[in-house]
RNA sequence: GCGGGCGUAGUGUAGAGGUUAUCACAGGAGCUUCCCAAGCUCUUGACCCGGGUUCAAAUCCCGGCGCCCGCACCA
């Protein structure tokens, strides 16, 4: 089995998410996330948008639902409903546009209806192979809402960056008229993906952590480079290198400030919840797969078993101008007497993607075969579990007050009395608590228990008094056991 | 969406027309147990869905749904 399979294996026994309408069979592209990988999708969140909350950015919400003449600003309708075709024999998809232009036609054909009809009566061939074509359909990339009775069309966002574009004027005014600025939205997007696989990976419905970065257009520049991050780039033109990302940007591998800014800000932020930074990689996009709106995008890539997979696109994109073009709303700001229409820099968190992969790049096996997801603390769905070395001598009855008391300081904590000392370790470990607090005789006499850290599974002794006024992440003890395994 | 493979307790599996469907782990109750899935007793729990063939289907056939692998798609 390799990791994926383990990951998805453990995923489900333990409730950290799996297929969603099981009971009725499965619908695919979808999936729960089950009581601990709640935990963990929420700690994955609160790290992402701590992070740029520190940036100085800003936040909104806005709705799933957007109206069509949106997305015909943006290009998505145009984009993302295209007749094509498909060959019955070598399986060479185009757009029927241009499969008919090949064919000497110029007709532009509106419905799937009206180019079947067409292509049943007129000879079509595949661009490729050369065998006829009988058939069209639409790709739909976004879900319609159906016909209602007091609106136009309606659609579910695939991005929840339209949001904040149409709210541009607003938010800056709350942002005091300042350039550059930040803005931060959490939610949902939908996709209908033809065939959505590999569980989180590729869903229809997911939870995208969009930043949209304004910045002036001729210099695109957020804040000084750092240069403390090595990080694997792979540009577009040229070989692939490792390097810090100030000596990108002056080396020309990225082509502003701003870019440069937010790539190294998302690989800390990666690295933060838990990826291997030895297994991220910064990929630049080729000019054939750019989005629609995109003139420049980098992806960080994160290796799953034997493959790169994008997790984090950060892309060069420009909608305000098509916003003030659609409606005649002003996007300029003043910026020393001239009006300016900012550049976008845009860092686009695929939060289920972040959250695969820390799992897979955190899990491993032990030599006796006994899981362990290395889950920093930060995202650990339980920051630690109390237990009763046995249930005896009154410890079973201890060990509850005393979970109850640090539940008071921290309610991430876990109380576990079943099976053997053992079996209640492996299952914490399991699920990636970094401590296990254990109650025993001494506990009894000298009012100290033995807290047991994860990975190495060392243990010392630590005061009841230290749980008791300080709960588990910032309690002085523990944190002084911690720094000694280093 | 196309082609191929596969769907049996929570997980991993055995069974290939015929009594109460195998085994392990996990789960629950209890006993035991002073530190890493120990042991003992008891116990919960499954043939993806629908149709067909048959005296009889988890098993054979058809359809659906789902998963996996390729191709395609992936703003």
Redesign the pocket.
Known sequence: ??V??QV???A???GFF??S???????????DYGPLGVMLKDNVIRAWKEAYIAEGGIMIDTPVIVPEAVFRTS??IE??SDLAT?CPKC???EKLETVMKASGSELVLKSEDEANEFLQNNTVKCVKCGTRIMKA?E?K??FKIPEQVNSGNLYL???TAQGIFVNFKLLNTVFRGKLPMAVAQLGK???????????L??MKELNMGEVEVFVLPDKKYWKELPNGDQIKFVPKNGPEIFSDVKSAFENGIISSNAMGYFVNKTFRILKSIGLQPENIRFRQQHDD??????VD?WDAEALLDD?WV?IV?I?DRNDLKRHQDATGESMSVKVDNSDIIPSIIEP?YGIDRMALSLLMHTFYTRE????VLRLPESVAPYHAAV???????G??EMARELHEKILAKDPYVYF????????????Q??IGTPY?I???????KEKT??V??RD????A?ISVESLVQHGILDNPEILKFRNSLN
């Open positions: 089995m390799n994926y399979e998805i294996e453990l489900k026994r333990r799996w297929p309408y099981s009971i009725y069979g499965g619908e695919s592209g979808f999936y290009g998505h984009k993302f498909d399986h060479n998809r359909y790709s990339q976004m966002r695939p991005e997007g939908f996709r209908n993906e033809i065939s959505p696989r590999q569980s990976l590729r797969e750019l989005a629609h709106y995109s995008s493959s994008e696109g892309a686009a006796n075969s006994f899981k237990l009763p070395l046995v249930n005896k001598d410890l079973d576990d009395q079943s099976g053997s000392i053992g079996k209640r370790y492996a299952r470990d399991e296990c254990t109650l025993d005789q001494d506990t009894i228990v033995t047991r850290e190495s599974t060392k243990q002794r």
